[in-house]
Every structure is written in structure tokens, then in C-alpha cells.
């Protein structure tokens, strides 16, 4: 790898990994200021003691956390809250926990922010003419059919668990007003500012620092353990350049075998299904990094790569970083699910939920 090479992978990569490692410390002293236990007794009073309303909110919550601070945050934050709602109102956690890791995935469509093979892409989007608000247009209809076909497979499947009514929990302890209002209007602020087009290296990065600043000046203590992620910024970063040096010598002629050529619809499903059996079979970035160069030549092509590897990996244990996040988070709570029902069951949602994205890209096109 040359050294003009080595500046463009960075110059790609870097504002990747600053947003990657802003948000999750944004998410992080959100959740330790209380902002998404607020939330979620906010989801139990508004659920007014029916069990599939205030599942209905708690999907609302899912796809807003999904969309504007990334399906990550969705995974590491919102997986507890769901599953600490149906401790204590004693329903099956189950529906919420798969609300959560579901959402995660098929929902982080619709913005740039929503997921880290979508920032990836607006290099490539960039060089086809399309900038944030072209992005946006592009990605809104599929990003509505996902999230539908989601809901409605979540439904079917889990309509017995989400019968009935509960009673109404005690609201969450109290936390520090000043930190919590501050939290929670930077956490609502950042979304607009991502969706307008600022860069989101730079808008999650002041946010923490925000953060960061107001924490440390109210309670240090109660802040001194925010988890920075740069173990796993690092293995990204190492994953990149691997990638890239493999795609140089000799990857790129095989994948463009896979991918095929063209934008009618059914070239946009053998572009979705290779990124979805590439997600599901090793991870959905870097399935998303070796299909980008074969499926960039148009707009059509390269959102419906972003279906296959974003709305599809729920198949594997290992098909999204989400999935490994929301799956230690289960654990640590105690719950277990079969991996041959959440395979099923996933492979179910990825159908619906890809399909009917696919139709909305085919549509909108």
C-alpha cells in the first residue's frame, strides 16, 4: 500500500471511527445521567397498563435511538431498559429483547449516523452526485418498509406475549435535573444536526466533549467509569486496511462475479442478498467494505447493498457488532434465547424487512 493510499483509507476511516467513539461516550453519559431510564418509565406511564401499547412505544424509542445516535447505542442502552421494563412489570422479556436487537439492525437505514457501513458510504455516495440530503431522499421509503415489515413480524410472532395489561412500576431514582435535562437535550439536539448535512465526526465530538465537561464538573464520580471503546476502534481500523490490501490483490474480480451488474430490480436483490450472505457468513462492515467497490457505480446499487448488510444480518450471532453487544447485555440480565430460534426467527425478519425495502428502493427509483 502506497503512502497516497494509505492517506485516503484514513481520510475515509478516520471521521468513522471519531464518530464511533464520540457517540458511544455520548450514549454512555446519556444512560449514567438517566436519560434513557427516564425513557423507559416515560414508556410504562404512557403505556397507559395495556402491554401492546407500551410495546408500541418501546419500538418508537428503538427506531428514534436506532435512527439518530445509532444502532449500537440501540444495542448497548436500550437492550437492558426493554428487558428491566418486562422484569418489573413481570411480562416476557423476550419481545422486548428482540425489539431491541432487530430495531437495531433493520432501522439504521434511514441517516448517515444510524450505522457505521452508512458513513462508510457517503464517500462513494459523494462521487455519484449524492450528498446528505440526496442520501436521506434515497434511503427514506426503505428505511419506512423495513421498520414496518420489522414491526409486523415482531407482532406475529410474539402477539400472545403482548396480550393483556400490567401495573404501573415506580419511577426511576432520582438523578441530577441539571445532568439529565443537559444529557437529554444534547441526545435530541445531535439527531437534526446529523440530519442537516454537518459532519457527524464533528457533531458527536462536540457533544461529548459537552458531556464530558458538565460531567466532570457535577459528579465525578458517577461519570468516572465511561467506557471509550478504543480496543474495538483500533480492531475496526485494523479490519480496514486488511480489507482494502485484500480487495488490491485479487477480491475485488470475485465479489463483482457475486454482486453482478445493472439497477433493474432483479439486480438490485442479487446486490442485497450478496451483502446479505456476506453479513450473515463473517459481519456485516466488513461484508459492507468488500461489496462497496463492485456496487458503487450507482446510487440504486450501492443503498441496496446497505438493505442487504444493514437490514439483513440477523440470521448469526456474529452478523452485526449490535448483535454481539445485545447479546452480552441479555446475558448479563440473565437471559438466554435459543440461537436456533433467534436464526429462525431472524431469518424471518430479514426476509420481510429486506424485501419490503427493496420494494420501497425499487419504487422510489
Not at 427506531?63 to 437492550?79: E, G, I, K, W
Not at 414491526?151 to 431514582?173: I, M, N, Q, S, T
Not at 468516572?224 to 490490501?245: K, Y
Amino acid at each position: 500500500m502506497t503512502g497516497a493510499e494509505l492517506a485516503d483509507l484514513v481520510a475515509r476511516v478516520g471521521p468513522v471511527l471519531v464518530f464511533f467513539v464520540a457517540i458511544t461516550v455520548v450514549a454512555e453519559i446519556a444512560d449514567a445521567a438517566g436519560v434513557f431510564d427516564v425513557a423507559g418509565h416515560w414508556a410504562t406511564r404512557a403505556g397507559r397498563h395495556r402491554t401492546p401499547v407500551l410495546w408500541l412505544l418501546f419500538v418508537v424509542v428503538a427506531v428514534v435511538c436506532t435512527v439518530f445516535l445509532s444502532l449500537d447505542t440501540t444495542a448497548v442502552l436500550l437492550t437492558p431498559v426493554g428487558l428491566a421494563i418486562a422484569a418489573q412489570l413481570d411480562i416476557s422479556p423476550v419481545p422486548f429483547a428482540l425489539t431491541t436487537l432487530w430495531l437495531a439492525n433493520t432501522a439504521s437505514l434511514l441517516l448517515p449516523v444510524s450505522n457505521l457501513t452508512n458513513l462508510l458510504s457517503l464517500h462513494q455516495f459523494a462521487a455519484l452526485g449524492v450528498g446528505h440530503p440526496g442520501y436521506v431522499r434515497l434511503a427514506a421509503l426503505p428505511a419506512a418498509g423495513a421498520v414496518v415489515g420489522t414491526v409486523v413480524v415482531l407482532f406475529l410472532w410474539h402477539r400472545k406475549a403482548l396480550r393483556g395489561r400490567y401495573a404501573l412500576d415506580a419511577a426511576p431514582e432520582p438523578h441530577d435535573p441539571t445532568m439529565l435535562r443537559l444529557a437529554a437535550g444534547v441526545c435530541v439536539a445531535v439527531g437534526p444536526l446529523f440530519a442537516l448535512g454537518l459532519s457527524p465526526a464533528w457533531v458527536s465530538s462536540v457533544a461529548a466533549m459537552v458531556l464530558l465537561v458538565a460531567a466532570w464538573s457535577r459528579d465525578r464520580s458517577r461519570f468516572a467509569h465511561v467506557a471509550v471503546p478504543w480496543r474495538m476502534a483500533l480492531g475496526v481500523a485494523v479490519l480496514f486496511v486488511l480489507l482494502d490490501l485484500a480487495l488490491r490483490h485479487g477480491l475485488q474480480p470475485a465479489l463483482a462475479s457475486l454482486a453482478g451488474t445493472g439497477t433493474a430490480p432483479i439486480d438490485l436483490v442479487r446486490v442485497a442478498g450478496s451483502g446479505a450472505l456476506a453479513a450473515n457468513v463473517v459481519n456485516n462492515l466488513p461484508a459492507y467494505i468488500a461489496l462497496e467497490s463492485v456496487t458503487a457505480d450507482a446510487p440504486p446499487r450501492l443503498m441496496a447493498l446497505l438493505i442487504g448488510v444493514n437490514v439483513a444480518p440477523l440470521v448469526t450471532p456474529w452478523a452485526s457488532l449490535a448483535t454481539l453487544l445485545w447479546a452480552q447485555r441479555c446475558r448479563a440480565r440473565g437471559i438466554q434465547i435459543s440461537p436456533w430460534t433467534l436464526a429462525a426467527q431472524g431469518a424471518t425478519c430479514a426476509l420481510v424487512a429486506a424485501g419490503l425495502a427493496l420494494g420501497a428502493l425499487v419504487v422510489a427509483g
